[in-house]
C-alpha cells in the first residue's frame, strides 16, 4: 500500500496547521491531501493526511507530527479497516444536448445535481478518490470549468477508535 | 494580587529559578526592563548584539543544566536573536527566548518593528506562544520552562505585545502544567532492554558511541558502567565529548570527518553498535549507506523520531539514557573482548593524533595540547567552527563531565565568545576559555564589551591562521588549492581588547605559548591571547564527504598507510 492515510488529533488553536504544514514542507513530505475541521472533542480539530509511502517515510512522518506540542495524538490508520472519503464539487459545461446525458453518468455515480445554469451545471459527489476520479474522467468530455476536492477523510469501521 | 503583565513574567521567572537573564532591550520591552531593578535576584546580562544573548543563553544552560533565558525587542531584536535560536534547537539546549511583539492593535499591520516572530521560529524552535493577555502570561512561563527542559530539551520562544506587558492581570502562578500532546517517554521498554543485553551478551566487537544526551541526562556513572563491566570501548560524537573521560582506557575519542582514525576504524569494524543519546548527524556517520557494515545496531535516545532516521536500527529504546543504562547495566554479565579491546589498540598505536613537534611556527594543535596541560584538563572549553574547533577537540583530553561546549549541529562561526561568557556565567568557579578563530571571532567580538562590563573572566585563545581555516583546508584538498575568499585580514585583536578595556597578548612564538597560558590564567578577569599559528595547518585524520569511516585521510607527513583509500570525492 503507498498511499497512507495518517490522522492527526490536533489542538483547534490559530498556528496548528501552518506548523503541520510548516514540518511537511521542511521535511520533504510527499502528501497527497490534508483535510481539517473539529473533531468530536470540543477544542479538538481532526486532520487527515494522505502521505504517498512510496517517496515519504511515512513512519517518519508520524513521529515528527507527533512531537509537535499541539498535535495530541498521530495514528497511521492504514492498516485498519477503514471508510474513507472525499467529496467534490464539479463544475461542467452543460448545453441541453449534453444535459441528459451528464445526469445519467451524475446518476450511475449517484451523485448528486446541486446547482444549475444556462450552460453549466455543478455536480457534488463524495465517495473515495476513485470513484471520484472516474467520474471526473467521465464528464471530462463536456468541459470541466472548476473542479474542488476536499481531498480524504477516514474514520476506523466499528466501535473501534484509534489506540 | 494584580500586576502588569511585565512583573507577573519577572514573577514567573523568578518562581522558575531563574537567575540570569541575557538580553537588550528596545521599544517593545521597554515596559519589562522599567521593572526589572524590582527583581534583583534576577541579574540582566546586557549583550552588544542578540546573537549573543542567545548563545549566552545556549551555553548557560548547557553547563548548568538550568533553563537559559535571553531577551530581545520585537523586529530586529527579534530578527537576530534568530540564529541562536537556531543554534540551541539543532544541539537540544533548553532556552526560553523572550521577544518583545508590537501592540495588539497594531499585529498584522506591519507596524513599525513588527515582525512575524513566531512564524520565522516554527521550524527551529520546539514550540513558541504568542501570548494575547496578560492572564496567560503565567501559564505559559509555565509551560515554557517545561517543554524546553524536560525531554529532548530546545529552546521555546515567548512574543509578549508591548501592551500586553502594560496589562493588568490576577498573579497566580500554576502548580502544574496540563499538556496533553506532551509527554515524553522517560521509561525505556523492559523487553526492549532486555533484548538489548542479550545482543550486548553475544557481541564480539562492541563499540559504544555516546552523544550529548548522556550528558543531559547526568548519564556519566552509568555509561562508565556500562562500558567497565561489558569492556566496550567507548567512542563520542563531537557533542558527546566530556560523556566520558578521555583518559580512561576504553576511550577512543571522536568519531565523524575528524574523528581519531582508531575510533573510525573501530565504528568500522564493530558487530555492534550502542549508541546512546546520539543522532547519526552525517559528520558523525560519513556516507552512511557505508556505515558500520557489520553492526547490529541498538539505538537509546529520548527522541522516538530519531530512532530509524538515519541508520536503520535493530533494538529501538526509547527513554532517558540514564533510566535505560541503569536498568541494562543490572542485566549485564561482566564480560572480556580482548581480542577485539587488542585490535583496537593495535589501530590507536599505528594512527595516534599528530602534532608537528619539529615546525618552527606555533602549531595550533601544540597550543590546544598546552591549555590542556595547564590547566590539567580543569576547564570548559568553549569553541568556534571551523579547524580550531577540531582542534579543540581533538588535542584537550576532557576528563571533566560536561566541559565542552562546541557549536554542533548548526556550525555557527563566533559562538566561542558567547559561549563562554554564558559559561562563565552559568559556573563563576570554572575556568572558562574560548577557543576561536580568526574569522569566526569577529562575528562576535563585540561581546568582548559584555565580558568587561559584567566583569566575566572568560579566558580567549585566537588561533589565528589568517585563514578562514577550514575553508581553505577544503579548497586545498578539492579545489586545486584555489584559495577564493578565504584570506582573512584581521584588526590587532589585542588591540581591540584593550580598546574595550581587557588585557592582551600576542604570541609568535613556540617558546612563548605556556608562559602566556599561564599568564592569562593569572589575571583575575577577562583575557585575551592572539596566537599566530602556522596558516596552512590542515586537521586530520579526514574523513571526506562521501566516504564511510574507513576511508581515511591522514596527515600525508604521518606517511601511513590504510587498509581502504578514500574514495575520489566529485559531488563536493
Ligand atoms: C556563520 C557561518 N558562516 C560561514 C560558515 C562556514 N565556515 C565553516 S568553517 C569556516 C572558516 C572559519 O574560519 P575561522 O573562524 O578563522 O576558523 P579556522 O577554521 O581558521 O580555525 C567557515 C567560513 C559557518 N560555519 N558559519
Ligand atoms: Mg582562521
Given amino acids: 500500500m503507498t498511499k497512507h492515510t495518517i490522522v492527526a488529533l490536533v489542538e483547534d488553536r490559530p498556528g496548528v496547521l501552518n506548523r503541520v504544514a510548516s514540518l511537511i514542507r521542511r521535511r520533504s513530505f510527499n502528501i497527497e491531501s490534508i483535510a481539517v475541521g473539529h473533531s468530536e472533542q470540543p477544542g479538538l480539530s481532526r486532520m487527515t493526511i494522505v502521505v504517498d509511502g512510496a517517496t515519504t517515510a511515512v513512519e517518519q512522518v508520524r513521529k515528527q507530527l507527533d512531537k509537535l506540542i499541539e498535535v495530541i495524538k498521530v495514528t497511521d490508520i492504514t492498516e ?79 466501535g473501534t477508535v484509534p489506540e | 494580587m494584580k500586576l502588569n503583565g511585565a512583573r507577573i513574567l519577572c514573577e514567573s521567572l523568578v518562581k522558575e529559578g531563574v537567575e540570569v537573564i541575557f538580553g537588550f532591550p528596545g521599544g517593545s520591552v521597554l515596559p519589562l526592563y522599567d521593572v526589572l531593578p524590582r527583581y534583583p535576584q534576577l541579574r540582566h546580562i546586557l549583550v552588544r548584539h542578540e546573537q549573543g544573548a542567545a548563545h549566552a543563553a545556549d551555553a548557560y544552560a548547557r553547563v548548568t543544566g538550568k533553563v537559559g533565558v535571553c531577551v530581545a525587542t520585537s523586529g530586529p531584536g527579534a530578527c537576530n536573536l534568530v540564529t541562536g535560536i537556531a543554534n540551541a534547537h539543532l544541539d537540544s539546549s533548553p532556552v526560553v527566548a523572550i521577544t518583545g511583539q508590537v501592540a495588539r492593535p497594531f499585529i498584522g499591520k506591519d507596524a513599525f518593528q513588527e515582525i ?40 521555546v520562544l515567548l512574543d509578549i505585545p508591548r501592551d500586553v506587558f502594560i496589562e493588568e492581570a490576577t498573579f497566580e502562578y500554576p502548580e502544574k502544567v496540563e499538556l496533553h500532546g506532551y509527554k515524553p517517554t522517560l521509561r525505556g521498554h523492559a523487553v526492549q532492554i532486555k533484548k538489548a543485553a542479550k545482543l550486548i551478551a553475544e557481541s564480539k566487537r562492541p563499540v559504544i558511541l555516546a552523544g550529548r544526551g548522556v550528558i543531559i ?31 580512561h582506557e576504553l576511550s577512543l575519542g571522536m568519531m565523524g570527518m575528524h574523528g581519531t582514525a582508531y575510533a573510525n576504524l573501530a565504528v568500522d569494524g564493530s558487530d555492534l553498535i550502542i549508541s546512546i543519546g546520539m543522532r547519526f548527524d552525517d559528520r558523525a556517520t560519513g556516507r552512511v549507506s557505508g556505515f558500520a557494515p557489520h553492526a547490529q545496531v541498538i539505538h537509546i535516545d529520548v527522541d522516538p523520531a530519531e530512532i530509524g532516521k538515519n541508520v536503520r536500527v535493530t533494538v529501538p529504546i526509547v527513554g532517558d539514557v540514564k533510566n535505560i543504562l541503569r536498568t541494562l547495566n543490572k542485566q549485564l554479565e561482566a564480560q572480556k573482548h580482548l581480542a577485539w579491546i587488542g585490535q583496537v589498540e593495535e589501530w590507536r598505536r599505528a594512527h595516534p593524533l599528530h602534532i608537528d613537534h619539529d615546525a618552527d611556527k606555533i602549531q595550533p594543535q601544540y597550543v590546544v595540547s598546552k591549555i590542556c596541560e595547564v590547566t590539567r584538563g580543569n576547564a570548559i572549553i568553549t569553541t568556534g567552527v571551523g579547524q580550531n574547533q577540531m582542534w579543540a577537540a581533538q588535542h584537550f583530553c576532557y576528563r571533566k563531565p560536561n566541559s565542552f561546549v562546541s557549536s554542533g549541529g548548526l556550525g555557527t562561526m563566533g559562538f566561542e565568545l558567547p559561549a563562554a561568557i554564558g559559561a562563565k556565567v552559568g559556573r563563576p568557579d570554572e575556568t572558562v576559555w574560548a577557543i576561536a578563530g580568526d574569522g569566526g571571532f569577529q562575528m562576535t567580538i563585540q561581546e568582548l564589551g559584555t565580558a568587561v562590563q559584567d566583569n566575566v573572566a ?91 569511516l574507513a576511508e581515511i585521510l591522514d596527515d600525508p607527513r604521518k606517511k601511513v598507510e590504510f587498509k581502504l583509500k578514500p574514495r575520489a570525492t566529485s559531488n563536493l
Fill in chain 2, 458 to 548: 572568560v579566558k580567549i585563545a585566537i588561533l589565528n591562521n589568517g585563514y578562514l581555516g577550514m575553508v581553505r583546508q577544503w579548497q586545498d584538498l578539492f579545489y586545486e588549492r584555489r584559495y577564493v575568499a578565504t584570506p582573512l585580514s584581521s584588526p590587532d585583536f589585542v588591540k581591540v581588547a584593550e580598546a574595550y578595556g581587557m588585557p592582551g597578548i600576542r604570541v609568535t612564538d613556540k617558546s612563548k605559548v605556556v608562559s602566556a597560558i599561564k599568564k592569562a590564567m593569572k589575571h583575575k578577569g577577562p583575557f585575551l591571547i592572539d596566537f599566530v599559528v602556522e596558516p596552512e595547518e590542515n586537521v586530520y585524520p579526514m574523513v571526506a564527504p562521501g566516504c564511510t
Fill in chain 1, 80 to 158: 485498519g479497516r477503514i471508510i474513507a472519503r472525499e467529496l467534490a464539487l464539479i463544475k461542467v459545461h452543460a448545453t441541453p444536448s449534453t444535459r441528459s446525458e451528464i445526469i445519467q453518468i451524475v446518476d450511475i455515480f449517484r451523485a448528486k445535481i446541486v446547482d444549475v445554469a444556462a450552460d453549466s451545471m455543478i455536480i457534488e459527489a463524495t465517495g473515495d478518490e476513485e470513484k471520484i476520479d472516474s467520474l471526473y474522467s467521465l464528464l471530462k468530455k463536456f468541459g470541466i470549468k472548476e473542479l474542488a476536492r476536499t481531498g480524504r477523510i477516514a474514520l476506523l469501521r466499528g
Fill in chain 2, 116 to 155: 512575524d516572530i513566531t512564524g520565522i521560529t516554527v521550524p527551529i524552535t520546539k514550540h513558541n506562544y504568542l501570548v494575547l493577555k496578560a492572564d496567560e502570561i503565567a501559564m505559559v512561563v509555565k509551560e515554557a520552562f517545561h517543554i524546553a527542559g524536560t525531554g529532548r530539551p530546545g529552546p
Fill in chain 2, 217 to 247: 541526562s547526568g548519564a556519566y556513572e552509568e555509561l562508565r558502567g556500562l562500558a567497565e563491566k561489558a569492556q566496550i570501548p567507548v567512542i563520542t560524537t563531537l557533542l558527546g565529548i566530556s560523556s566520558f573521560p578521555e583518559d
